[in-house]
């Protein structure tokens, strides 16, 4: 498989560089989550007959051009973000020449009042599925992935984004860290406004890297809310960029989640190595010791050895079989 361009935007070579050469995966047992792969869907997603992305967002607009909204927090928002996938129109095929990836094409319904309610029932009818970025990225590469992953998982309900002000810049891991943790008041009302209309099934949450901290925290803060957690059909975490100490405190708090819970994690993952130097040395639950995450009653699937990419901190994007394990928790949590 090709280096892509998350693994050039999210860290870049210059930042890898700072991993030692020999840096290897830790010891592990062969177990993953089997079978491994689901068989493929001949249908098409919602998303690819109608790429209109439903978004939730703190991060303040800056416009209808492009970027669309930045870097700085602000209100709770919702938008409609008009996409284009790889190969269709002009934007469409320059984007998938670039970089293989959707394209923005712009924002619609834009609004501030009573967002949380507006969203709600744009959402009206069938399942939803929530995306939750990581670190170090700007709206459009958030909701470009939200496009593929839904795109890829042939998702048949409304897909929804819920974009945090990270920075978007190599170095600044700590605005990102503070920004997330301020948007959870943000995504608790998102999940609240969800539950609130009855016409919607169920809500599946595939959270990347340090958006699974955030994504930690709303549940966390929603641990006396059974409603909510009863119209949660799975919980997705890849490569969680959270402390596996805190990791465990949380689960055990959000334990009636932990069934419908699955982390994909990679000892070898790059970018984790250098997530747990920044943090003076504590293992992210990402690369965590497979043992600990069985122990909390989580579902682990363990890609060691599965695909390539040059951090490993994108595979549940940028491998197929890994975005099956996606495919299959979202499954299991919808009977």
């Not at 602000?74 to 790889?86: C, D, E, I, K, N």
């Not at 129109?89 to 009573?114: H, K, N, P």
């Not at 250098?274 to 010791?289: E, K, L, P, Q």
Request: aromatic share 8%; hydrophobic share 40%; net charge neutral.
């Amino acid at each position: 498989m090709p280096v892509t361009r998350r693994d050039f935007s999210r860290f870049s070579l210059a930042f890898a560089s700072l991993l030692p050469l020999g840096l290897t995966a830790c010891a592990q047992s062969e177990a993953t989550v089997s079978p491994f792969s689901v068989p493929e869907r001949a249908d098409l997603s919602a998303l690819g007959k109608d790429p209109a992305l439903l978004v939730m967002t703190t991060r303040r607009s800056v416009g209808n051009v492009a970027p669309y909204f930045g870097s700085d927090r602000g209100p709770l928002t919702f938008a409609v973000a008009r996409l284009s996938p790889p190969g269709r129109g002009i934007a469409g095929r320059v984007s998938s020449a670039v970089s293989g990836d959707w394209a923005v094409l712009g924002i619609e319904r834009e609004t501030t009042t009573d967002a949380a309610r507006v969203f709600s029932n744009a959402a009206n009818g069938g399942d939803v599925l929530l995306y939750v970025h990581g670190y170090n990225e700007t709206f459009e590469s958030a909701a470009r992935s939200a496009g593929q992953l839904s795109h890829s998982l042939k998702f048949q309900g409304r897909t929804a984004l819920f974009t945090w002000p990270s920075g978007g810049k190599l170095l600044d891991y700590a605005y990102d860290r503070e920004s997330a943790l301020w948007s959870r008041d943000g995504f608790v009302e998102t999940l609240q406004a969800l539950v609130a209309n009855p016409t919607i099934g169920r809500i599946h949450i595939v959270a990347h890297s340090m958006g699974t901290f955030l994504t930690l925290e709303g549940l966390r803060e929603l641990r006396d809310s059974p409603d909510v957690y009863a119209r949660i059909g799975s919980v997705v975490l890849a490569s969680p960029d959270v402390d596996i100490d805190a990791f465990e405190q949380t689960v055990k708090r959000i334990a009636p989640l932990a069934k419908r819970m699955t982390v994909i994690i990679d000892p070898g993952d790059r970018a984790l190595a250098v997530s747990a130097r920044i943090a003076g040395g504590v293992a992210r639950a990402g690369a965590a010791d497979r043992e600990r995450l069985d122990a909390l009653g989580v579902r682990v699937a363990d890609t060691a050895g599965r695909g390539w990419s040059l951090l490993r901190h994108d595979l549940f994007l940028s491998d197929s079989e890994v975005t099956q394990v996606v495919r299959r928790a979202m499954d299991r949590g919808e009977s």
